[in-house]
């Protein structure tokens, strides 16, 4: 019990229902709670030292981010950096995001995501099997979601990136942010804070456009 609270305490979060992610996982037939080591998976990328495992997201995080934000989530593309099986992508699907982009370089994840996917029936979902660091944004408004892909190496670059938009019409969206000072200095954006269920030292970081 005492192992639980601190877990909570960390993470914002309640570990305790899995019965509810099995139960997300059993109403569209898909496959995405359980974790992989990074060890078990074939990655063709450089950036495979920078990785980490694979873990999923709660769905609540993202309901509860975007319900914190006061975004309408029509207006907006939904983009996964190191998106694993694709569980948070078929959730921003179910909230209505314009359309829903995961990136992941891991063969087996990216294979998996894809099965999900089409497991669901959404239709404006699509997983980009490449490096998180390449990825080049587009200038349209999205939402950017990250739950501790990867380390520093390859959230500078995904930083770099984001700088080279012409304007900062974006929010991220950062689950247990190790590399939180990268956004945190970042002139184009200002750091909004955590919904109430999800704040914690590994809990969910929101930073949105500066203006």
């Known amino acids: 019990m005492l192992f639980s609270w601190v877990q909570n305490l960390l993470t914002g979060r309640d570990h305790s229902d899995h ?3 099995a139960e997300w996982d059993r109403k569209y037939g898909t496959e995405t709670d359980a974790g992989v080591p990074l ?3 074939t990655i063709r990328h450089a950036s495979r030292q920078y990785g ?3 873990q999923a997201s709660d769905p609540r995080v993202l309901r509860d981010c975007v319900k914190f934000i006061g975004l309408a989530p029509a207006g907006y593309r939904f983009v996964d950096l190191g998106c ?4 948070m992508l078929i959730v921003a699907a179910e909230l209505g995001f314009q359309s829903c982009t995961g990136v992941e370089f891991a063969d087996e994840l990216a294979a998996a995501a894809a099965r999900n996917v089409a497991a669901s029936g959404f239709q404006n979902i699509g997983i980009v099997h490449g490096d998180a660091g390449a990825y080049a944004f587009r200038d349209e408004p999205f939402v950017l979601y990250m739950f501790n892909p990867f380390s ?3 959230m500078e670059r995904v930083r770099d990136n984001l700088l080279k938009l012409r304007r900062a019409n974006y929010y991220i969206i950062y689950k247990n942010a190790r590399e939180r000072s990268l956004f945190d200095k970042m002139p184009t954006l200002r750091y909004l804070g955590s919904p109430r269920q999800h704040r914690g030292l590994w809990g969910t970081h929101i930073w949105v456009p500066r203006g």
Do not use: I, P, S
């Open 152 to 154: 520093r190496q390859v």
């Open 39 to 41: 060890d078990n998976l």
């Open 19 to 21: 019965a509810a992610a």
């Open 84 to 87: 694993g099986k694709g569980r």
């Open 52 to 54: 980490e495992r694979y």
